[in-house]
């Protein structure tokens, strides 16, 4: 019976749309209403059982779109050459992390990725900055986009002054940056100039048109293997998510 009313509830949960309303009469939809009010007077659970079967169901979906996102996205998303890069260039699985270098919770992250890096020599991180923060974080980027260029100069520069940024405890203007990469050793008048290039907003822009094909609607967020993985998760999340990673197909 409990089964019936719950199928009931879920038939109910999309009739206020015309398509769905076209599906009952109008005497079937108040037997239906009747059927259910009476239930849910001697059998409370039936309403929480049938909410979780509908959260179930959007969340399977959810997980099938994401899936057929990152499918879709491909080399664009995991092997795209201008990415930086960091832990093992040829792990076995691949973290494309969506930060916004002002961000709090990417911060927040920074220690457990930091100490994922150090546990499983098998990984490989590749940053994609998503300024979403406001000017600053768009500045902010453009910096460490520029730093870039420059790792010929100066070895490692993006991950640098990444650091020098989110870990400062500053926040992030002008003055932070020409400071944190006076320290780094980098050509400051380059900086600016490749700051404002053509190449680099290119680059921003084409993250921003990744996040937005994903479905990522803040920062951090990862993928690890087929799995879009959002928020500032603990060590054993994201720990779990690459050993799921590695036995995906």
């Not at 949960?13 to 079937?28: L, R, T, W």
């Not at 973290?95 to 992250?109: A, G, Q, S, T």
């Not at 996040?211 to 609607?217: D, K, N, S, T, V």
């Not at 998760?233 to 779990?240: G, K, M, R």
Request: some cysteine; overall charge negative.
């Amino acid at each position: 019976m409990k089964l019936r009313i719950l199928a009931c509830l879920l038939c109910l949960a999309p009739i206020a749309g015309p398509a769905a309303a076209q599906g009952f009469s109008p005497a079937q939809r108040d037997e239906i209403i009747a059927i259910v009010r009476e239930a849910l007077k001697t059998d409370p659970s039936i309403l929480r059982d049938a909410v979780a079967a509908l959260t179930a169901d959007d969340s399977q979906k959810q997980e099938a779109a994401a899936h057929a996102a990152i499918s879709a996205a491909g080399a664009e998303l995991t092997a795209k050459s201008s990415d930086p890069v960091a832990g093992n260039p040829s792990g076995d699985v691949t973290i494309v992390e969506f930060f916004d270098v002002r961000c709090p919770y990417c911060k927040r992250l920074e220690p457990t990725m930091d100490k994922l890096l150090k546990q499983d020599h098998g990984v490989r991180l590749v940053y994609k900055d998503l300024p979403i923060l406001g000017p600053a974080s768009v500045l902010g980027t453009k910096a460490l986009l520029a730093a870039q260029l420059q790792e010929t100069k100066v070895p490692g520069a993006y991950i640098k002054l990444r650091e020098a940024l989110m870990l400062g405890g500053g926040d992030v203007n002008k003055e932070t940056i020409h400071a944190a990469a006076q320290r780094l050793g980098l050509d400051w008048e380059r900086l600016q100039k490749d700051m404002d290039s053509a190449d680099v907003q290119t680059r921003i822009d084409a993250n921003l048109k990744l996040a937005h094909e994903l479905g990522i609607e803040g920062t951090p967020a990862m993928v690890i293997g087929k799995d879009l993985v959002p928020g500032a998760v603990d060590f054993a999340e994201l720990d779990d998510a690459v050993k799921k990673a590695r036995k995906q197909p």
